[in-house]
């Protein structure tokens, strides 16, 4: 057992929610409207990929300076960054793609080596991946570039199961679902390390909700069921700013560090 003093503990607040039932709804919907708005963006309102690409880091980039300045969770604020930051994964995959011609393969293979970098690197320096433990600026630098790569990497891994290997965008979504609940059973039956499978199953949900979002977005002729861009991601949307409501209502996910129970386990 590893053990981090903080001065007035009770006072200090982690900068992440709670992992609840909540935390992943509202992610599976926000890695959903990250690939139906990267693609509005894109696409529907033909800004281009490097515009598009410009104008969303440059939202996210503000969205995260106030993120920074919380020094707490704040709902809003949180989810707003991830929703940036999953739209901004969706470009840059899709950049490197459809602008560089890289293939799917490379840039599921590069963003799988950045990821496991910087949790090497977060590792070494902090000696922990627990998002439980997000006091200090520089763990949550480290946790934001990890979710970044997370979504850059799902977007890459979801579209080479559904389209590289010609899955289908629903046959690829509940392939990442299965692995998912393989992953929810090591945990709850066989014990698997709490942190390992947090961000195994965090990795997986992005090329889930990327493959469903696909599948409501698409034309029926590219295998979709045809609702577009528009409406999925204002249902979406729409979903996400209800569920952030009642989380700022009812302060659900807030957690200081007196409730944290400190394991390298």
């Known amino acids: 057992m590893t053990t981090l003093a903080i001065e007035n503990p009770e ?11 909540d935390f992943w709804l509202i992610k599976l919907m926000a890695v959903t409207v990250g690939e139906t708005a990267a693609d509005f963006l894109n696409a529907d309102l033909g800004l281009g990929l490097p515009t598009t690409s410009w104008i969303m880091t440059g939202f996210l980039a503000i969205a995260l300076v106030v993120q920074f300045s919380k020094k707490k969770y704040v709902p809003w604020i949180y989810w707003l960054s991830v929703v940036l ?12 793609v459809d602008d560089k011609g890289i293939s799917l393969q490379s840039t599921t293979i590069f963003f799988s080596i950045a990821l496991a970098l910087t949790f090497a690197v977060w590792y070494k320096f902090e000696n922990s991946l627990s998002i439980h433990t997000i006091f200090t600026t520089r ?7 990890a979710i970044l790569f997370t979504f850059a990497l799902g977007t890459a891994a979801g ?5 590289g290997l010609a899955l289908g965008y629903l046959q690829a979504g509940l392939m990442y679902g299965f692995i998912i609940g393989i992953i929810a059973i090591a945990f709850y039956v066989f ?6 499978a947090f961000w195994l199953a965090y990795i997986l949900t992005r090329p889930m909700g990327a493959s469903f979002g696909d599948l409501l ?11 577009g861009t528009v409406i999925t991601s204002a249902l979406f949307l729409s979903a996400i700013v209800a569920v952030i409501m009642y989380m700022t209502i009812s302060r659900a996910g807030l957690e200081t560090a007196a ?5 390298d386990d």
């Not at 579209?159 to 389209?163: K, M, P, S, T, V």
């Not at 034309?219 to 045809?226: C, D, F, I, T």
């Open 159 to 163: 579209d080479l199961a559904a389209e």
């Open 11 to 21: 006072n200090t607040f982690n900068r992440v929610p709670k992992v609840t039932v």
């Open 139 to 145: 763990r949550e630098i480290f946790y934001w570039m």
């Open 191 to 196: 014990k698997l390390n709490g942190i390992l």
């Open 85 to 96: 930051v999953s739209i901004v994964g969706t470009l840059i995959t899709d950049y490197l």
């Open 259 to 263: 409730e944290v129970v400190w394991t």
């Open 217 to 227: 977005s698409q034309p029926v002729a590219n295998g979709g069921l045809g609702f």
